[in-house]
């Protein structure tokens, strides 16, 4: 399946982003946030780890933001299967975990934001990832 790039009005290509969390006014906080950078489109969302691996899947984002702790498949393991469905898109773990073990796992797979500091290091943390940098919050 071939992507189409997102581009803007000015006909700059965007970065398409796909917005994987299950509490959803904490979703829509993440998309009004992406929105203050022009270059970033919100291409679709889920709600849970299995939807988010399909639309992955079908859509081919160049990011995606997913939260750790989702129904269904938990981002961990959906991110796992992203590495495999979707190996270009740049994955960021939006979460409030606080294991070791799993952080470490998410770090393996992608960079990571704390919810409590997404309202200062999203944005950060997504220039980073797209530049090819690793990005861990400050909390």
Known sequence: MATVPCIDAQGVSAIRVLVVEDFEPFRRFLRSKLAENLKLRVIDEASDGLEAVHKAEELQPDLVLLDIGLPKMNGIEAGRQLRKLAPQSKIIFVTQESSAEVV??????????????????????????????CFVSTA
């Open 104 to 133: 470490q796992e998410a770090l393996s797979l992608g960079s990571c934001v704390w919810k409590a500091s997404a309202e200062y290091d999203l944005l950060a943390a997504v220039e980073s990832v797209i530049s090819g940098k």
